[in-house]
């Protein structure tokens, strides 16, 4: 299996082969209920560093859980470094398409998106409730293979590249507002349709990057302002075949606070 995005039918034909992850709070995954043997790994507990840049540390940093967090985390999950991770959320996939790309930058490769959230599961599919009983792991990171993540000084270069389509995720008026120099405003939940809660049919994808002048084959440069929503971009992109794909982990809080120019609509 290749596809980034995975069906809620055909994860309820491979349930037993791979590690359902759960991103939302644990009140959620115990009282609402969680897909049958998922794990839950709350949003939080791998953001710890969420406000690092506000105590004044590298913005680059503060997004990331720091290494001996996520082994520790995903250890006490009971995953593996080579489990196959299906992740899912209640909110479109945002959350959970963060938590995989940050497996991917740990070095966990095998990392898949449940198109659809919680609901989506749940329209068609049992549920359970409670906590269950998980065998804690020794997990260990590895150095990435298929990290995407770029640097400021990349994202420097890129601006002034012809080839390169950099793409800022967030809401048309915080773009307004400023933007990268020449970035292309489209909002991640474009790509979302409201009634599936998964992405929209590939056509459509397709058809909505092509009006944004985004194409098969293109190189991309995504960012936004903490660098959660381009996870859900990314991980779309790559469901449709985008294999030239630059992720921006310092987004625009690293970019403003090195000092770095801004363009306003």
């Known amino acids: 299996m290749t596809d980034i995005v995975v069906s809620t039918d055909w994860l309820a034909d491979h349930l037993d082969e791979v590690r359902v992850v759960d991103v939302r709070d644990s009140w959620e995954f115990d009282g609402i209920g969680h897909i049958p043997g998922a794990v839950n790994v709350p949003f939080d507990t791998i953001r710890a560093a969420e406000h690092a840049v506000e105590r004044g540390a590298d913005p680059a940093e503060g997004m990331l859980p720091g290494v001996e967090t996520w082994e520790e985390v ?41 198109n659809g959230d919680f609901s989506a599961w749940s329209r068609d599919h049992e549920v359970e409730r409670g906590t269950p009983e998980v065998e804690p792991t020794e997990y260990v990171a590895r150095e990435s293979e298929t990290s995407p993540f770029v640097d400021f000084e990349t994202v420097e270069a890129a601006l002034t590249a012809d080839d390169i389509a950099v793409i800022d995720t967030r809401e048309p008026d915080e773009w307004a507002a400023g933007h990268l120099p020449g970035a292309i405003q489209l909002d991640w939940r474009e790509l979302v349709d409201d009634d599936s809660r998964g992405l929209k049919p590939d056509a459509e994808l397709e058809s909505i990057l092509a009006d944004h002048g985004v194409t098969p084959g293109a190189r ?40 770095a120019p801004l363009e306003s609509a």
């Open 220 to 259: 991309v440069l995504l960012y936004c302002n903490t660098a959660r929503r381009i996870s859900h971009t990314y991980v779309a992109l790559r469901h449709l075949g985008y294999e030239d794909l630059m992720f921006y982990e310092g987004s625009l809080a690293e970019w403003e606070a090195r000092g």
């Open 74 to 114: 995903l250890g006490d999950a009971g995953i593996e470094p080579d489990d196959t991770l299906v992740a899912y959320d209640d909110t479109h996939g945002v959350f959970a398409a963060r938590f995989l790309v940050t497996a991917l930058a740990y070095g966990h490769a095998d990392v898949h998106l449940l």
